[in-house]
């Protein structure tokens, strides 16, 4: 009698699941990431009159900005950045928050940056004073969310250090 070797039927479902459990816990991650960014995006929880006082300034056409208002700029987005990490704790799965934020921050020095380089209406030494004024401000907050950070790595876990 011959022997015939019949192909057994593999199944597709496990990697399917996978694929599947994977995707779900992708989604709750953005889902996640959703409410800081979209807290980064819309600004930080100011007075009324101090946010559309802000508007009114981010609204100007860049050559008709003072000093003063380049520097409110400067506070404005320190602070969108450190509203955007004040809760983060230094768990690694919520490091991409951190990022995001951190990149957001970066793309609006660039921002900044362009607009005294290319469309300010200042001499060189006030671009420069300000340019200096958003890398002080950015220091400040930088150590200031570290900190805080820190804080709340250990407020979550405060035996990890003993």
Known sequence: MVKV?????????????????????????????????SNMFHGFKGGT?????????????EHKLTVDEWKKIADYRAQEF???TKDLDMDITKFYLYESCATSYNNNWV??????DERAN?????CE???????????????KVSNLIKENDKKLRPNRDN
């Open 5 to 37: 070797k019949v192909k057994q039927d593999v199944s597709n479902k496990p990697k399917f699941n996978l694929i599947i459990l994977g995707f779900a816990l992708v989604m709750v991650f953005v889902n996640i990431g959703t409410d800081k960014i």
């Open 49 to 61: 009159s101090n946010s559309s006082q802000m508007e009114s300034i981010l609204s100007k056409e």
């Open 82 to 84: 450190y509203e955007c």
């Open 111 to 116: 921002r900044f940056r362009d607009g005294l």
């Open 122 to 126: 200042l001499n060189y030494d006030q």
């Open 129 to 143: 004073i300000l340019k200096d004024y958003w890398h002080k401000t950015g220091d400040v907050m930088t150590e």
